[in-house]
């Protein structure tokens, strides 16, 4: 009998709370409320006509059951004496409890922000906003924590929820130095230099924010031949240089063969040099390494542009896909297909100097010449979550010239297609995880391919000749970083690197094929302590990298140290010291290789006739800064051992020479700065003594190919609102060169040189010009037009000079100019 009682009750009750729950006409819960509360309701008949809502719980107070129908009809309800006035509207509120995901402590003072409006949260972590769209994106910001990008339509609008953030890593890469040279360009305490294209002003000579043009205006950085292929970092030859692109190492760092970067811009947020004082975590680059960062922000909007300059055309998009996840597609293409440009023709003239395409034989010429470029690039950025971030990159280049050779055999015309393609792949995969708020793990893995290859049909001779070289290279990275307190981090990793690469020759008439590939893989273990004062006076980053190369049975230890000291308020001091070392260099084994345009080969050590790369290096720096000024000043001392004669490009008596030394550079950089409210003006100096040391040769002391003992830069940028322009003087010594005995040139068929670089090249001196102006098209679009002009006073600059004996036993003088003048216009549209 009690069974049944307590069915018929259970029963009851259940069918009551299904009736409570059934959703009525609004109307009626009105006319309850006023029938259990001393309040009238004051409404349009239309603004609740139709509506239909649940009864709000049975004790709840008249505040409370108000409460309830906001939040189920997205009405707005205003209470004013004994009258509520209910009207319709597109506002919303939104409410929740901010909380330390780690400590589940209220977060106070937060700062709530929708389009419209913004709230703060209470000691408690509750805040309360006003949302005037579902569709709008929230941002919660608190100093010390990541700032939390989320849509309304995640948050739990049913009851106010607890959201967490999670606690910001103290980072302890500081700004030493802002706008060291020009505006978006800074010095860190760590000595490295970072560029934000962001913040981006205007450098002399650049309309386009090109990444190694960029840096190839800082102090001890140069160019032998004008080219970003062929960046020299104190002294050093470019392969001596560690490119980046998000973690990836590229082989391949320029269009126009060598000309113009390959890296976009739209697509990198900032980039990083490193002369000395590397971090351990970097393996390769003994000279110096170049990284390439790309964004970490997920946007909530749509962004793009498009842009076009006398060269090429490119397009940028950044996607939404969702409030946690976006993808970034950029694209670039050169304009040859549809029109020649005065800068196309300019920069075509500067590759083809010393060719077959423009000193094919007498009997023999070129036509249906045919050259493009293109690149494309894909990120997808992913926010797993608070504590998780994903990351992809995928970045395909390539370079491609095709032409006809022409000749007249027998009284018939014939004519063979020769072609050279330079391209390059690379793929990344980044994964982070933030496991408290004192450690994190990153892990890297990228593939990374290039590929130079060209096919020469010799008409007179009947013969087709095939070139190939091939790079192909995995890496993982693993790092884990712990922050000990507020002042001292720990990073410790392990990198594994395998490198492989191919080279190939094959000829058909006479027959002959050489394949040879090789691969070699190295482990990495690292350990690395950062300090920085409590009051940020003192940076100490030290450490030490140990590596393994099982084939050839070396292990290598690098210890790296970085030290800032802030004397006072004007004057900071640095010491930097590193050892280095790497396994792939590049040779060029004949002048002739890949038509003379690209001559360039990777090749990997092998512990015999090709040693490993080491190098040691240490630098003293003393920097004051105060009222607009900035001087700093910079001496260092480089050794480099283990590079070969095939790979610093001797064009003398030592062309075919094959043996390994060293080469040692003492140099100074300086740099003189003065910054006034719209004008900046400096003056950067570097004096650089750089020898080579081979013992197997004759003449086994001399300057070395990339020695330029002096070298000056004066540049002058003035800014007014959008309106920007910049003008700039490069001067150098000349480069290092042999000269034949005057009155002895040629003795038994072969050349009498004086004295290895004994002789120098006529000075360098080129004057550049750019302005850009940036204006509103409408509310969201925004434009960007700019013009400059390339050694404006078209200066004769001689690059390079050699010798060699022509068909008629005598000697023939071969030199390679400069760019002349050469402009370029650029348009760019933003929204």
Same mark, same amino acid.
Request: charged share 20%; aromatic share 12%.
């Given at each position: 009998?009690?069974?049944?009682?307590?069915?018929?009750?259970f029963?009851?009750?259940?069918?009551?709370?299904?009736?409570?729950?059934?959703?009525?006409?609004?109307?009626?819960?009105?006319?309850?409320?006023?029938?259990?509360?001393?309040?009238?309701?004051?409404?349009?008949?239309?603004?609740?006509?139709?509506?239909?809502?649940?009864?709000?719980?049975?004790?709840?107070?008249?505040?409370?059951?108000?409460?309830?129908?906001?939040?189920?009809?997205?009405l707005?309800?205003?209470?004013?004496?004994?009258?509520?006035?209910?009207?319709?509207?597109?506002?919303?509120?939104?409410?929740?409890?901010?909380?330390?995901?780690?400590?589940?402590?209220?977060?106070?003072?937060?700062?709530i922000?929708?389009?419209?409006?913004?709230? *703060?949260?209470?000691?408690?972590?509750?805040?309360?906003?006003?949302?005037?769209?579902?569709?709008?994106?929230?941002?919660?910001?608190?100093?010390?924590?990541?700032?939390?990008?989320?849509?309304?339509?995640?948050?739990?609008?049913?009851?106010?929820?607890?959201?967490?953030?999670?606690?910001?890593?103290?980072?302890?890469?500081?700004?030493?130095l802002?706008?060291?040279?020009?505006?978006?360009?800074?010095?860190?305490?760590?000595?490295?230099?970072?560029?934000?294209?962001?913040?981006?002003?205007?450098?002399?000579?650049?309309i386009?924010?090109?990444?190694?043009?960029?840096?190839?205006?800082?102090?001890?950085?140069h160019?032998?031949?004008?080219?970003?292929?062929?960046?020299?970092?104190?002294?050093?030859?470019?392969?001596?240089?560690?490119?980046?692109?998000?973690?990836?190492?590229?082989?391949?760092?320029?269009?126009?063969?060598?000309?113009?970067?390959?890296?976009?811009?739209?697509?990198?947020?900032?980039?990083?040099?490193?002369?000395?004082?590397?971090?351990v975590?970097?393996?390769?680059?003994?000279?110096?390494?170049?990284?390439?960062? *790309?964004?970490?922000?997920?946007?909530?909007?749509?962004?793009?542009?498009?842009?076009?300059?006398?060269?090429?055309?490119?397009?940028?998009?950044?996607?939404?896909?969702?409030?946690?996840?976006?993808?970034?597609?950029?694209?670039?293409?050169?304009?040859?297909?549809?029109?020649?440009?005065?800068?196309?023709?300019?920069?075509?003239?500067?590759?083809?100097?010393?060719s077959?395409?423009?000193?094919?034989?007498?009997?023999?010429?070129?036509?249906?010449?045919?050259?493009?470029?293109?690149?494309?690039?894909?990120?997808?950025?992913?926010?797993?979550?608070?504590?998780?971030?994903?990351?992809?990159?995928l970045?395909?280049?390539?370079?491609?010239?095709?032409?006809?050779?022409?000749?007249?055999?027998? &009284?018939?015309?014939?004519?063979?297609?020769?072609?050279?393609v330079?391209?390059?792949f690379?793929?990344?995969?980044?994964y982070?995880?933030?496991?408290?708020?004192?450690?994190?793990?990153?892990?890297?893995?990228?593939?990374?391919?290039?590929?130079?290859?060209?096919?020469?049909?010799?008409?007179?001779?009947?013969?087709?000749?095939?070139?190939?070289?091939?790079?192909?290279?995995?890496?993982?990275?693993?790092?884990?970083?712990?922050?000990?307190?507020?002042?001292?981090?720990?990073?410790?990793?392990?990198?594994?690197?395998?490198?492989?690469?191919?080279?190939?020759?094959?000829?058909?008439?006479?027959?002959?094929?050489?394949y040879?590939?090789?691969?070699?893989r190295?482990?990495?273990?690292?350990?690395?302590?950062?300090?920085?004062?409590?009051?940020?006076?003192?940076?100490?980053?030290?450490?030490?990298?140990?590596?393994?190369?099982?084939?050839?049975?070396?292990?290598?230890?690098?210890?790296?140290?970085?030290?800032?000291?802030?004397?006072?308020?004007?004057?900071?001091?640095?010491?930097?010291?590193?050892?280095?070392?790497?396994?792939?260099?590049?040779i060029?084994?004949?002048?002739?290789?890949?038509?003379?345009?690209?001559?360039?080969?990777?090749?990997?050590?092998?512990?015999t006739?090709?040693?490993?790369?080491?190098?040691?290096?240490?630098?003293?720096?003393?920097?004051?800064?105060?009222?607009?000024?900035?001087?700093?000043?910079?001496?260092?001392?480089?050794?480099?051992? &283990?590079?070969?004669?095939?790979?610093?490009?001797?064009?003398?008596?030592?062309?075919?020479?094959?043996?390994?030394?060293?080469?040692?550079?003492?140099?100074?950089?300086?740099?003189?700065?003065?910054?006034?409210?719209?004008?900046?003006?400096?003056?950067?100096?570097?004096?650089?003594?750089?020898?080579?040391?081979?013992?197997?040769?004759?003449?086994?002391?001399?300057?070395?190919?990339?020695d330029?003992?002096?070298?000056?830069?004066?540049?002058?940028?003035y800014?007014?609102?959008?309106?920007?322009?910049?003008?700039?003087?490069?001067?150098? *010594?000349?480069?290092?060169?042999?000269?034949?005995?005057?009155?002895?040139?040629?003795?038994?068929?072969?050349?009498?040189?004086?004295?290895?670089?004994?002789?120098?090249?006529?000075?360098?001196t080129?004057?550049?010009?750019?302005?850009?102006?940036?204006?509103?098209?409408?509310?969201?679009?925004?434009?960007?037009?700019?013009?400059?002009?390339?050694?404006?006073?078209?200066?004769?600059?001689n690059?390079?000079?050699?010798?060699?004996?022509?068909?008629?036993?005598?000697?023939?003088?071969?030199?390679?100019?400069?760019?002349?003048?050469?402009?370029?216009?650029?348009?760019?549209?933003?929204?």
């Open positions: 009998m009690n069974k049944l009682i307590f069915v018929i009750v029963l009851s009750l259940s069918l009551n709370a299904q009736v409570q729950q059934k959703k009525v006409p609004f109307v009626e819960v009105l006319e309850y409320l006023e029938s259990k509360h001393p309040y009238q309701f004051n409404y349009l008949f239309q603004t609740i006509d139709e509506v239909l809502v649940f009864y709000p719980p049975e004790k709840s107070s008249f505040e409370d059951a108000i409460a309830f129908l906001e939040k189920h009809t997205e707005n309800f205003s209470i004013l004496n004994d009258f509520v006035s209910i009207t319709n509207t597109d506002t919303f509120f939104l409410c929740g409890y901010l909380k330390d995901i780690e400590t589940k402590s209220p977060i106070a003072f937060a700062t922000q929708s389009k419209n409006a913004s709230a *703060s949260s209470d000691k408690n972590g509750y805040f309360k906003l006003e949302i005037k769209k579902k569709k709008e994106t929230i941002i919660i910001r608190h100093l010390g924590y990541k700032r939390l990008k989320r849509a309304f339509r995640f948050f739990n609008t049913e009851t106010c929820g607890t959201i967490y953030l999670v606690p910001e890593v103290v980072k302890l890469q500081q700004v030493v802002s706008n060291y040279l020009a505006e978006g360009i800074n010095k860190l305490y760590n000595s490295s230099f970072q560029i934000n294209f962001s913040e981006f002003g205007i450098l002399p000579g650049l386009e924010t090109d990444i190694l043009q960029t840096v190839r205006a800082l102090p001890g950085i160019s032998v031949d004008e080219t970003v292929s062929n960046i020299n970092i104190r002294g050093g030859s470019n392969d001596e240089n560690l490119l980046l692109w998000d973690g990836i190492k590229m082989y391949q760092s320029g269009h126009f063969f060598g000309l113009i970067s390959i890296f976009n811009p739209k697509m990198t947020d900032k980039a990083i040099l490193t002369k000395n004082g590397t971090s975590h970097h393996s390769d680059g003994v000279s110096g390494t170049i990284e390439m960062h *790309s964004s970490e922000d997920i946007n909530d909007d749509f962004k793009g542009s498009i842009g076009v300059n006398f060269l090429n055309l490119d397009v940028f998009a950044d996607i939404p896909i969702s409030t946690n996840s976006s993808l970034q597609i950029s694209a670039r293409k050169g304009l040859s297909d549809f029109f020649k440009t005065p800068t196309y023709n300019s920069y075509f003239d500067r590759i083809q100097q010393d077959e395409l423009e000193m094919n034989t007498e009997d023999v010429n070129n036509s249906n010449i045919e050259f493009d470029f293109y690149d494309t690039g894909l990120r997808w950025l992913y926010q797993i979550d608070e504590k998780n971030q994903f990351r992809l990159n970045l395909t280049v390539s370079n491609e010239l095709i032409f006809d050779e022409n000749a007249t055999l027998n &009284g018939i015309d014939e004519s063979r297609r020769s072609s050279l330079q391209n390059s690379g793929a990344g995969l980044f982070k995880r933030i496991w408290t708020t004192k450690f994190e793990t990153a892990l890297q893995i990228y593939e990374t391919d290039y590929k130079l290859k060209a096919i020469n049909a010799n008409i007179i001779l009947n013969q087709r000749a095939l070139q190939e070289n091939k790079v192909s290279e995995t890496g993982v990275k693993l790092n884990t970083t712990y922050k000990v307190n507020e002042q001292f981090s720990l990073l410790n990793g392990y990198q594994f690197i395998e490198t492989q690469v191919t080279n190939f020759d094959d000829v058909d008439n006479p027959v002959f094929s050489l040879v590939v090789e691969v070699l190295t482990h990495g273990l690292y350990s690395q302590i950062k300090f920085l004062s409590e009051h940020k006076k003192s940076s100490i980053t030290a450490g030490i990298r140990a590596n393994y190369i099982p084939k050839l049975n070396k292990y290598i230890f690098e210890p790296r140290l970085s030290f800032n000291q802030k004397i006072n308020p004007y004057f900071n001091l640095e010491i930097l010291g590193e050892f280095k070392h790497q396994i792939t260099s590049q060029i084994n004949f002048q002739n290789d890949f038509f003379g345009i690209e001559k360039h080969r990777w090749q990997l050590s092998n512990n006739n090709i040693p490993v790369i080491q190098s040691k290096q240490v630098s003293l720096g003393l920097q004051y800064n105060r009222n607009g000024w900035l001087i700093n000043g910079e001496g260092y001392f480089k050794k480099v051992a &283990g590079i070969t004669t095939q790979s610093q490009g001797f064009q003398n008596q030592y062309v075919l020479a094959r043996t390994d030394g060293d080469y040692k550079a003492f140099g100074f950089d300086f740099l003189a700065r003065k910054q006034f409210d719209s004008f900046n003006i400096w003056l950067s100096y570097t004096y650089m003594d750089n020898y080579y040391n081979f013992e197997m040769l004759q003449n086994n002391n001399f300057h070395t190919n990339f330029f003992t002096n070298a000056l830069t004066l540049g002058t940028t800014s007014l609102n959008d309106f920007k322009i910049s003008t700039g003087l490069n001067w150098h *010594s000349g480069k290092p060169t042999t000269r034949p005995i005057s009155g002895n040139e040629i003795s038994g068929g072969t050349i009498n040189y004086e004295s290895a670089n004994s002789s120098r090249l006529k000075d360098y080129r004057i550049d010009i750019s302005s850009t102006y940036q204006f509103d098209v409408s509310k969201n679009t925004k434009a960007n037009i700019g013009a400059s002009i390339w050694n404006l006073l078209n200066q004769k600059n690059l390079n000079t050699y010798y060699r004996i022509d068909n008629n036993d005598g000697l023939e003088q071969v030199s390679q100019a400069s760019l002349g003048i050469t402009p370029n216009v650029s348009f760019r549209i933003s929204f």
